[in-house]
């Protein structure tokens, strides 16, 4: 029996040695997909033993599959990115690495560990509320159906492996592109689900921070995402800029200026979910407006701070200004109310963050061919 088993083991470890680097991510993926299967059918079934389940509700499937997910998350988040130091351990050095390649073997820019805390966090609270709010859309569906042990215990496993799978690859192929599209997942599972958490149905009539007032339901959810997306944006905002070329030393002036906005932003973003507008009026009108601010200082001076930035993108910046600012005088007049502007302005800011995310990483690949193309001649 344990020639056999020997043999077995020797066979895994050939095949992995042949297998390319990829192969070895997705099967390392799937290893952790399948014990977060096992160990979560094991566990709710444990939980579920002998009881009639609902969708949602205290020690329901929704709420076992989403409390369960968060922590698979934040721990298949951990185990990719150690994985990803030991595959770089086992390869050799690239002669000239991408700055901005920070899902590689080897990257250049590396996470710091609160970095690393901040988007295993985020991952986690990704599939917290997304596993939450697939449970509340389910719910509606099938309206007070019972859930028997087994097939409940099924569905948790079932969640939890997807989510490891999916968690541990995102950490390994980590990039800007790839936390902003967290981040925007993020941002619309949880305003989605504080929407349908809110205890006034037309808490819209107000303004969209409504949702984010202690005497209302939805205040953890839609306050949590706040947070934890101005953690992700101050995250993002490090590599958002490390990939921009400085080749004079007012680049790089700009290219710090641009950095520090970004992170003004996330940090702002997060003090308006800190401070509730029923508790803290006066501070959190004040820290949205300093975001809403800060934003348009960055757009209205990427020309002048980042010279290389493509100039279809700063008309676009200036266009979300105006817009912003037009939805502002809307206000004013009457003619819209403050959730509408709120709603319009937010979903402009963030998709001007995820668009200048690409931009960047499009204008380094840029300057990268250029310094190349340079070189060459200068070796002739």
Do not use: K
């Amino acid at each position: 029996m344990r020639i056999e088993w020997d043999r077995l083991i020797r066979r895994l470890r050939d095949a992995r040695a042949t297998a390319t680097v990829r192969q070895m991510r997705e099967t390392d993926a799937l290893l952790a997909g399948g014990i977060a299967l096992v160990l979560g059918f094991l566990v709710a079934f444990v939980i579920f033993w002998e009881r009639t389940l609902s969708i949602t509700g205290p020690w329901s499937v929704g709420t076992v599959a989403a409390i369960g997910g968060a922590a698979v998350a934040v721990l298949s988040f951990l185990a990719g990115r150690i994985g990803l130091r030991a595959e770089a351990s086992r390869l050799p050095e690239p002669a000239d690495p991408p700055a901005s390649d920070v899902g590689s073997a080897r990257p250049v820019q590396r996470l710091r560990w609160y970095e690393l805390t901040a988007l295993a966090l985020a991952h986690g609270a990704v599939a917290l509320i997304g596993l939450f709010g697939l449970a509340a859309l389910l719910e509606a569906g099938f309206r007070d159906a019972p859930v028997f042990p087994f097939p409940g215990a099924v569905l948790v496993g079932v969640a939890l492996a997807l989510t490891a799978y999916i968690c541990y690859l995102s950490a390994i192929v980590l990039t800007p592109t790839s936390i902003s599209l967290i981040l925007a997942i993020f941002l619309v599972i949880g305003a989605l689900t504080a929407m349908l958490e809110a205890t006034d149905p037309h808490w819209w009539r107000d303004n969209l921070s409504a949702l984010g007032m202690w005497s209302n339901a939805s205040s953890p959810a839609f306050n949590g995402t706040l947070i934890v997306a101005g953690v992700m944006v101050t995250t993002i905002a490090r590599y958002a800029t490390a990939a921009l070329p400085v080749p004079e030393p007012r680049d790089e002036r700009g290219r710090t200026v641009v950095r520090v906005g970004l992170i003004l932003i996330g940090i702002l973003l997060a003090c308006v979910g800190i401070f509730p507008v029923d508790r803290f009026f006066l501070l959190h009108n004040t820290v949205a407006t300093g975001m809403a601010v800060c934003f348009a200082v960055v757009v209205i001076g990427l020309p002048w701070f980042l010279r290389r930035i493509s100039r279809v993108f700063v008309i676009l910046g200036w266009v979300y200004v105006l817009v912003i600012a037009l939805l502002g005088v809307f206000f004013a007049t009457g003619y819209y109310n403050l959730t509408a502007v709120e709603l319009i302005a937010a979903v402009l800011i963030f998709s001007w963050i995820i668009v200048f995310l690409r931009t960047a990483g499009a204008d380094h690949g840029a300057w990268d061919a250029e310094r190349a193309a340079r070189a060459q001649a200068a070796g002739r």
